[in-house]
Every structure is written in C-alpha cells, then in structure tokens.
C-alpha cells in the first residue's frame, strides 16, 4: 500500500491555518446565521470555536518567541556591556613612575649648582660676576679654579642624564610592546581606554626624559660660556692691574743657593 505524505508546514501559525481554512470554506460547517454543531459520544464540537482557539495558540506561541528572543538579546547586551566596563588586568604606571623619579634623582645630584633659581642667581653673584680690581692673584686663581670645577661638573652631570635615560629606553620599549598588545586584545571599550592612557603617560615619561637632556646638557653649555665670559673679564682685569702706574716691578731681595743675597 503507498502511504501518502503530508508535507510539514513550518510554524505554529501556519498550522492553525491550514486547519482553519477548510472550516471556513466549507458551506456544510459554517452559515451566515449560525455554526453547525457535531456531537460524538455526547460531546459537542464546534470547528469554528477550535480553529479560533489554534489560531489563539498559535498567537500566543509566537509572542512566547519574541519575549524570548528579546530575553536574549538583552541578556547579550548586558554581556557587551560588561565586556566594556571592564577593567585593564595590567598596569604600566609603576615602571613608567620609576624611570620619572631616577630621571629626577640624577637633575637632584646636580654638582656645585644645581637646577634653582635662588641657587644659581647666588653663584653667579659670587663667582661670575665683576671681578675686583683689588682681589688678590691667589683669589683670582682659586676663583678660576672654582668656575672651572663647576663647568667639569655641569659636563658630567649632563652625561649622567643621558646615560640614565638611555638606560630607560630598553624598559620603554618592553612597556610599549606590552601596553600595545593589551590595547589590541582588550575585551571591551573600557580596557582599550586604559591601555591607550597608559601609552599616552609612557609618551609623556619619554618626553620628560628628553626635557631632562636638555636641560642638562643646555646647564653645562651655559656654564662653558659664563666661565669664558668670567675668564675674559679676569684677563682685562689683570692686565689693567698690571698697565696701572705704581703698580708694576718692584726689586726685592733675592736669596741665592748658597744662602747670600
């Protein structure tokens, strides 16, 4: 015997209508005036209440759906939003405060005169300002002596920042790597924010480094030339000493080897 297929019609709603349709062509179920009733076994059946009660159904199932499907998306966007509000797992902060306070350390051990405003406007008056024209030759030479040690120092001290921030560029460069990683791997808004604040303050540490250079290196450039301005200054000074009258040769007594004058 060949047993007829029924094709299956995808959809609650689609069900409810096919069973409806006969029920609503058919003239022997339905009338204008009113529906025509079937008993079996004493019990009443009315097509057109059951097609309206699958349609119901079905109605009811499709909204079932939707509740669900939008119970999930929200569940979704609230996963979303936790992804966004999620914190960095890694900082760069401390390393990056680190190289700032050797930076500033090594400006702090500054020799003779340091990065001051006071400080540097009182070494100034006292070692590279007028040179008096009644200082003795001993003074004038322990004042040279002393403009020369502070250029010596301010060279040495602008070659310590550049060793110290050269010594930084190694630790930058492994803080920069990891910090762009963790940029491209965050999970969420929030962790890309931070990631990319933390490389904006190693940006700024970097620049920090290069002021510091600077400065140092600016320091002993102007101690060079105010101690060849003072030198200048010392050399007119002695030679106007020596030009003045009254002040040049005078004979003395000269001791011999064998102790006779």
Avoid: C, K
């Amino acid at each position: 015997m060949n047993r007829i297929r029924i094709p299956r019609i995808a959809g609650a709603s689609a069900i409810a209508l096919a069973l409806a349709t006969p029920v609503a062509l058919s003239p022997m179920l339905a009338s204008p005036a009113r529906a025509q009733l079937f008993g079996f076994g004493g019990i009443v059946y009315d097509p057109t209440n059951h097609a309206e009660n699958l349609l119901t159904a079905a109605r009811s199932l499709e909204q079932i759906n939707n509740q669900i499907q939008q119970l999930q998306n929200e569940a979704q966007m609230l996963i979303n939003q936790a992804r966004n509000l999620a914190s960095l797992p890694y900082s760069a902060l401390q390393q990056i405060q680190q190289n700032v306070q050797r930076t500033q350390q090594l400006l702090g051990q500054a020799q003779s005169i340091a990065f001051d405003v006071q400080n540097i406007d009182q070494a100034f008056q006292q070692q590279y300002g007028n040179v008096s024209l009644s200082a003795t030759d001993q003074q004038l030479v322990a004042d040279a002596r002393s403009r020369w040690e502070n250029t010596v120092g301010g060279l040495q001290d602008a070659m310590r920042v550049q060793a110290g921030v050269v010594g930084n560029i190694e630790t930058n460069r492994t803080q920069m790597s990891e910090l762009v990683g963790q940029s491209q791997n965050a999970a969420g808004a929030l962790q890309a924010t931070q990631a990319g604040n933390q490389l904006l303050a190693l940006q700024s540490q970097q620049l920090s480094d290069l002021i510091a250079v600077m400065s140092a290196n600016g320091r002993s450039e102007a101690l060079i030339e105010a101690e060849r301005a003072t030198a200048a200054e010392q050399g007119r000074v002695q030679r106007e000493r020596f030009l003045t009258p009254g002040s040049g040769y005078q004979p003395g007594n000269a001791q011999m080897f064998n102790g006779s004058n």
